[in-house]
């Protein structure tokens, strides 16, 4: 079992930054893609981004590319995702992910385990 804390939401003016965190449980932290997700009120959750086990890989929706960044420390058992120039339209509830077999996909049903989420809103 994985245990996903999410931490970092908050409220930002629209050009602002934030950085998420999700800190892991368990041993095998570094063996999992890792990835970020978010669900905008009425609407489907989505594919943010997404990281290989070492780092050395990952892959962004397109509205995101250029603004966002993710990145982890195994040490530690976290990852983050760094958020730049927000916009109103990245206002969601955004959940971190685990995926512990495979490769990076976007698919939601592919992640085996999630946190509870961290709401960012972004004021416009």
């Known amino acids: 079992q994985v245990q996903l804390v999410e931490s970092g939401g908050g409220l930002v003016q629209a050009g602002g930054s934030l950085r998420l965190s999700c800190a892991a449980s368990g041993r095998t932290f570094s063996n999992y893609i890792m990835g970020w997700f978010r669900q905008a009120p009425g609407k489907e959750r989505e594919f943010v981004s997404s990281?290989?086990?070492?780092?050395?890989?990952?892959y962004y929706t397109d509205s995101v590319k250029g603004r966002f960044t993710i990145s982890r420390d195994n040490a530690k058992n976290t990852v983050y995702l760094q958020m730049n120039s927000l916009k109103p339209e990245d206002t969601a509830v955004y959940y971190c992910?685990?995926?512990?077999?495979?490769?990076?996909?976007?698919?939601?049903?592919?992640?085996?385990?999630w946190g509870q989420g961290t709401q960012v809103n972004v004021s416009s």
């Open positions: 992910a685990a995926k512990t077999t495979g490769w990076i996909v976007t698919s939601a049903r592919s992640y085996d385990f």
């Open positions: 990281i290989n086990w070492s780092g050395g890989m990952t």
